[in-house]
Structure formats: C-alpha cells, structure tokens
C-alpha cells in the first residue's frame, strides 16, 4: 500500500486544477486518472468560452496544458480506475484501484457526472459529429443551422432557448404530451418563433449524410408507433446527468440524485474529504467554474492538512498492509 498525503479521484477540470494548487503545495498529489483523461473536456471539439481564449482551443489541448502544468510542480498522475474506496474509519483513507492500494490522508472526489444517453444507434459515434450533450459548448459551431433538442425538463428547454441564439431553428423532441419544465421556462420556450415542438416522440436513431456528419434523426410517435425521418444537422441531448457516485454507497452525504453534497469550501460530510467539478455540481457543469470549484477544494485541503499536521502519519512511515 502506498502512502500518500493527497489522492485525487478523477482529472477533468476539476481534478486538473485541484492537482496544481496542492501540486504546488508541494503535496506531491497522486491523480487517478479514470476511463477518461480530462472527462468530458476531452471529448469537447471547441472550448470558446475559457477565459483568455479569445479564438477558443480545443478540449483535448487545455487538458493536455493542465495536465503538464500540474506535472512540472510534482502532480503524479495514474492511468487506472478505482475499484473502492474505504472513508469509514477516517483519515488514512483507502482507495484501492485496479493496480494498487493508497492510503491517503486527504481526498478529493472529482470524478464528475456522465451525461445521460439515449442509447440509441449513431449516439456514440455522432458525437463531434453533430451530436452534443453542451449547447453552451458547441451550439456556436451551429449557426444559421436547424437543429433538434431531445428532453422536456428545465436544462432542455434552458438549452434550447439558449441555442436560438445561434441555430435558425430548434426543434425540441419530448417524448410526453407534456413539459416538465417550470412554467415560465415553458412559457420563454412557446413565446420563441425560433422554436418548434414534437410531441410524444422518441428517438430511434441518429442518421448520417455521405461527409460523415449528422444530417437526420429517425423518430418514432410513441402513441402511434408512425416512424419517421427528420433532417437536422445538430442532436442535442438534455435527459439527464448521472454523478459517478455510486461507488461511495452511503460514505458520503448526497441529494436524492447522487450527487455529492459539499459547504462553500467544497467540504463533505467526511473530514478530510473533498468534493468539486460535476460530481458536486449539477446547476452549471462548465470547464471553468469546475476549475474554480477544484481551486477552492485544493485550498482548502492544504489548509486542513496544515490543521492537523501533527496527528498525521509521516510519509516515510509504512502503511498498514492490505486487509489488516
């Protein structure tokens, strides 16, 4: 088992930049790094609205920056995947991956939440291709472009209001007769003439023209059962996040949606315990206020580390074996 002072579980924005503050701390952080270096930053095409950006930079390349970033201080980041975690009997705290076991005194969880899917044929492989879970991300790179928004919630018709700013015309696909959406977030989305609404439908697939990119969604009426063919050149999917924290079980304090529940300081019911980025926040899930988020839990890590320098195990002391 190895001893470290910081374990951060998950390197999206927030795992990124939690790793550089406690990086320069001189904590020397272990990342486990996930399925995913940089999460959902990765798979995004075109970040244009990161601060200090002005002609924007793509996903891939800011996670590539973070990542060097936090290494030219100490971050040690692990290709792995966290199979438990133990919170149970306070700091040390374990988590065992598939590769190896840590005992770490600080923990921060960034492990984020995936967007929920719809599963269905062309989902996958359309995305940066026309299909997209953000539309304050990529519904820049739709203009003057018809597109649709699958979902009947707040964050769907929120997005779709939002997307207007840029598409000719969003139509929102809701498989109820129904909205769930607040009132007068229905009311902004009817009062729109940009927008149109389906009805009763559900998606059967994501279509695409000779170039590769998406060019039509396949609908199904689910009173009905009439399929049919409708062209758009953008898929937007609002039905849902899912938090990773399900491997938590009850350790940590969570809404009845599972996501982590933290104070200001991005403190969870467990001392020691750190929680930022999407796994904690379900309102905004942009790359830059993850960043923030993973700033002030890095902060406040060190200081708590500070506080209680004196009853922690020395580094070079060693832990205890696996099981005991």
């Known amino acids: 088992m190895k001893k470290e002072r910081v374990v951060i579980i998950g390197s999206g924005p927030a795992g990124l930049s939690a790793a550089l503050y406690t990086a320069r701390a001189q904590l020397k952080p272990v990342v486990i790094v996930g399925p995913q270096l940089g999460g959902q930053a990765a798979i995004t095409s075109e970040i244009e609205n990161y601060p200090g950006f002005p002609g924007g930079l793509g996903g891939p390349e800011l996670v590539e920056r973070m990542k060097e970033h936090a290494e030219s201080f100490g971050a040690e980041f692990v290709y792995d995947l966290v199979e438990s975690i133990d919170f149970t009997n306070g700091t040390p705290f374990r988590v065992k991956t598939m590769m190896e076991e840590y005992s770490a005194d600080a923990v921060i969880v960034t492990i984020g939440a995936d967007p929920r899917k719809l599963g269905v044929p062309g989902e996958t492989e359309g995305v940066g291709k026309g299909v997209s879970y953000c539309g304050t991300c990529d519904g820049f790179f739709f203009r003057g472009r018809e597109i649709v928004v699958v ?172 099981g005991d």
Do not use: C
Not at 155 to 160: V, Y
Not at 244 to 251: E, K, L, R, V, Y
């Open 151 to 322: 979902g009947g919630g707040d964050s769907a018709l929120e997005e779709a209001i939002f997307l207007t700013r840029f598409a000719s015309k969003v139509t929102v696909i809701h498989r109820r007769d129904e909205f769930r959406a607040g009132v007068q977030l229905q009311k902004r989305a009817f009062d729109n003439e940009k927008i149109n609404v389906i009805w009763d439908t559900v998606v059967e697939d994501i279509q695409f023209g000779d170039d590769g990119q998406v060019n039509a969604v396949g609908l199904q009426n689910v009173k009905t059962n009439a399929s049919s063919v409708f062209p758009t050149e953008g898929v937007f999917i609002f039905i849902g996040h899912i938090p990773n924290s399900p491997i938590f079980g009850d350790q940590l304090a969570m809404n009845e949606r599972g996501y982590i529940i933290t104070d200001e300081r991005m403190r969870t019911s467990v001392d020691g315990v750190f929680a930022a980025g999407e796994i904690q926040d379900e309102i905004w899930r942009q790359v830059a206020t993850s960043v923030g988020q993973g700033t002030s839990a890095a902060m406040q890590a060190i200081h708590w580390l500070e506080a209680n320098e004196e009853t922690l195990q020395p580094l070079d002391e060693a832990a205890e074996p696996a």
